[in-house]
């Protein structure tokens, strides 16, 4: 992106982003329950970069190949190589991010931190909708992770003391899509197991 694309270098930073709690929850199983706690809590402040990034999708408008109704695509090879890195990098990091979602819940799990199947599906819900909660902000009021760490009092007002009918109704909406992804996401993983055994016998 940084390199080959005409357009979308900001989409480096927005990748990068959401590659962060994907690094975290590597480390999930490596450290003590303190350290993991730790880790945890900075997964769920990055947590948010991976399905923002289905967000950037709009910037497709800005490319020059779709003209208008009843006319042909642009064949502008420039412009589908922009295409082309930006939906890789939405869709790879974006499910990727978002898979950390599954293993921090099985990490709960095995810590002992839930013990019954309506904890996980709460926590689930909480973290979705949370996820929303940050994606309106950032796209919307231009909030990014770094401010709770430079200017936490304003953005913590902002987050949660802001609100409205379109605010509430996007959360909803947002929460919708990111629970269809994962359950797509945990129906991909489970055929991949199947075919695994499949292959094993």
């Known amino acids: 992106m940084v390199f080959f694309a ?14 962060i709690p994907i690094e975290i929850s590597f480390h999930f199983r490596e450290v003590n329950r303190k350290i993991a706690l730790i880790l945890g809590m900075l997964w769920l402040l990055f947590y948010p970069n991976a399905p923002y990034l289905l967000t950037d999708f709009f910037h497709l408008e800005n490319l020059s190949i779709y003209r208008g109704m009843d006319q042909l695509f642009g064949q502008s090879l420039s412009a589908w190589l922009s295409f082309s890195l930006l939906t890789a990098g939405i ?24 013990s019954k199947k ?26 990014h992770s770094v401010y709770l760490f430079t200017e936490p009092v304003e953005t913590l007002k902002t987050i949660f003391l802001n609100w409205s009918v379109d605010k509430v109704l996007f959360i909803l909406l947002f929460t919708g899509l990111q629970l269809v992804l994962l359950l797509t996401i945990v129906g991909i993983m489970k055929l991949s197991w199947t075919k695994k055994e499949e292959w094993l016998d």
């Not at 974006?94 to 810590?111: D, I, Q, S, V």
């Not at 309506?118 to 909030?143: C, H, K, M, P």
């Open 6 to 19: 005409d357009r979308y270098h900001f989409m480096a930073l927005n990748v990068f982003l959401a590659y």
């Open 91 to 114: 869709c790879v990091y974006a499910f990727l991010g978002m898979t950390t979602l599954l293993t921090a819940l099985n990490e709960c799990y095995r810590r002992g931190v839930f």
């Open 118 to 143: 309506q904890q996980g599906v709460f926590f689930f819900l909480i973290v979705n909708l949370l996820s929303s909660l940050a994606i309106f902000v950032g796209r919307f009021d231009r909030l």
